[in-house]
């Protein structure tokens, strides 16, 4: 390993995808590739470095991003290896957010898929320049071409190719190099397996001329409209070299102005060396992205932290796991200063100073011990109790607070038991820790019901969650049926009072609050805000109607789901000299947020998921069939061969058990992947049906 790495050969990547698209297979390669692992692990084999979970050996998926460290050329590629299914959306999400530069893997068959719109979405969020590999060229059906149209049309994607295929399908074995004009094919050595072997640079073949010209023109004119100097070179007749060609695609590529694609197939090891030089060429290091917006934590106002070992030290954690051996590790991306193991930082989002024991480089579940760490890597640490994910860990010269991630939040609920008594704090401590890691599992008791609830991205996530918590915590435990997390809300603008007076022996109670509630746009929250003037409520007594109202939003009129979506302005009121006090005040914003609920029309809003089904043909009238019995609005359908592609959206609660169903109707043969989209309010119908069950 080297230790000692200038910044500017640092490269912080992720490999995102949409489930299935090969991101660990391509991870694999790389690591073998780079001599960090001897032998190259398979999926089906559940013998992958990266996805090291029992969980993930046995289903044969990515469900938490895993970290590595590797050098090509030079270079640290620190990697985070993410998973492609919408359930685990936060690991991308937080991934994302730490990375300076992505490799977004498309299988050469299916082209973008739904996750891979998602996670081409949370890149743009968090403007991180990438580049594209089109995985799986060797499979029946590829198309490199077929893909690259796709990026351009469903992603809005500036995609330049800077490959081409030498053959597809079975009869794919190499790539040629558009800018270095040359062709990298594998397997030329007689007896020698292809899938190990270093490929061998040859002049491009004859037959391959005549589309290698028209390519690389296409490719220049592409890459000299994003640098006016070679702009005007080029229109002047002189030949850009090699050197200018890749200098003017990395600067394009950092600005997110095109996006090199590439390809290859990573089972077989073919394209993978040309992906390594991709990424070292045209992905930035930490110097080469704006420096990190923050809030100075002491005035509050707006500073920058540049990615030098100079300025003071500043890191964001963005990912909590409890590892059996070392205890809790926190994931940190330094983005200023250095830091010393057993040092002590302060938790500037906390306000919480602590000691930060170990420094660990993380390589999926091992682990090596590091003395320092600076600006611009990635690594784990020991001893950080009260940091979770999202909080800014700093010295206390210049402390700061960075951005942290944000995430979606859960929209499939289970009540879940312990199986004894014995099991039932064991249980409690089960469900703390994997809130802790996981910013979209959340937790709460219904006093109602007097049981524990436990809410997630969707089935596959709480079922791989309870698995974890019968496993690694040893705890008996039974689950309900999924249930859907239905929101509620008004439709209508009111102005509500709130009056809470009672009178006994001594001081009485009273809190006299006015409010106006109107709706607002979808997904933007609760927002409360104080417009009393004159000094008609005391000052020290609005944080407590705050809390009366979003503790009575809490519980909706309809089935006591949460309302959203909301402005509550706080317009006038009045108070008692001796009797007004927070617990007065709290029962009156409460009490007017109830009252308001008789006449401003509320309506449920159910989660609403973007299904894509693919179908051999002969099956699809069945399953369209099935999906109108679901509610489900169909938006377009694509052919491509026999395979047929529907794209609908349908009501996240008709979507339970579609598994079993659509191999019943397919014999097997279709699939389907889905992501949320929005809430959309119900029917009269079927709000109906919904309260009923409730």
Known sequence: MQSEVPISKIR???????????????????LFLTGIIRKVGGIDDGTTAMDWMPQEKERGITITAAATTTYWND?????????????????????????????????????????????????????VPRIAFVNKMD????????????????????????????GEEDSFKGVIDLIGGKAIIYGLTPGSDPTLETPEECPVPAEYQEQYQT??????????????????????????????????????????????????????????????????????????????????????????????????????????VTDPFVGRLVFMRIYSGQIKAGS???????????????????????????????????????????????DTICTDFQ??????????????????EPDTRVDQDHLSEALHKLADEDPTFHVRFNDETGQTVISGMGELHLEVLVDRI??????????GAPKVSYRETFTRSVRSEGRYVRQTGGHGQFGHVWLEIEPTDRGTGIVFVNGVVGGKIPREFIPAIEHGVRQALDNGPLGGYPLVDLKITLVDGSYHDVDSSEMAFRAAGALAIRLAAGKARPVLLEPIVEMEVVTPGEFMGEIIGDLGTRRAHIRNIEGENNLQTIRATIPLGETFSYTTAIRSLSSGRATYTMEFKHYEPVSESVLKTIIQKV
């Open 75 to 127: 270079h640290r590629i620190n990697i985070i290896d993410t998973p492609g299914h919408v359930d685990f959306t936060a690991e991308v999400e937080r991934s994302l957010r730490v990375l300076d530069g992505g490799v977004v893997v498309f299988d050469s068959v299916a082209g973008v898929q739904p996750q891979s719109e998602t996670v081409w979405r949370q890149a743009d969020t968090y403007k």
């Open 344 to 390: 002590t930082v302060t938790n500037t989002t906390k306000g919480k100073r602590e000691r930060l024991g170990r420094l660990l480089l993380m390589h999926a579940n091992r682990r090596e011990e590091l003395a320092e760490i600076g600006a611009g890597q990635i690594c784990a640490a020991v001893g950080l109790k009260d940091t979770f994910t999202g």
């Open 215 to 320: 390519y690389r023109q296409a490719m220049i004119e592409k890459i000299v409209e994003t640098d006016e100097n070679l702009l005007m070179r080029y229109l002047e007749g002189e030949e850009i070299g090699e050197d200018d060609l890749r200098q003017a695609l990395r600067q394009a590529t950092i600005h997110k102005n095109l996006v090199p694609v590439l390809c290859g197939t990573a089972l077989k090891g073919k394209g993978v060396h040309p992906l390594l030089d991709a990424i070292v060429w045209y992905l930035p290091s930490p110097e080469d992205v704006p420096p990190m917006a923050a809030v100075d934590a002491k005035s509050g106002e707006a500073v920058e932290r540049i990615p030098d070992i100079k300025e003071p030290f500043s890191a964001l954690a963005f990912k909590v």
């Open 399 to 416: 402390p700061v607070i960075l951005e942290p991630p944000t995430f979606p939040e859960p929209v499939v609920s289970v009540a879940i």
């Open 470 to 479: 019968r496993r690694e915590f040893k705890v008996g435990a039974q689950v």
């Open 139 to 166: 499979r029946v059906g590829a198309s490199y071409y077929r893909t690259i149209e796709s990026m351009k049309r469903r992603l809005n994607a500036n995609a330049v190719a800077v490959q081409l295929p030498i």
């Open 12 to 30: 912080n990547i992720g490999f995102i995808a949409h489930i299935d698209a090969g991101k660990t297979t391509v991870t694999e390669r790389v």
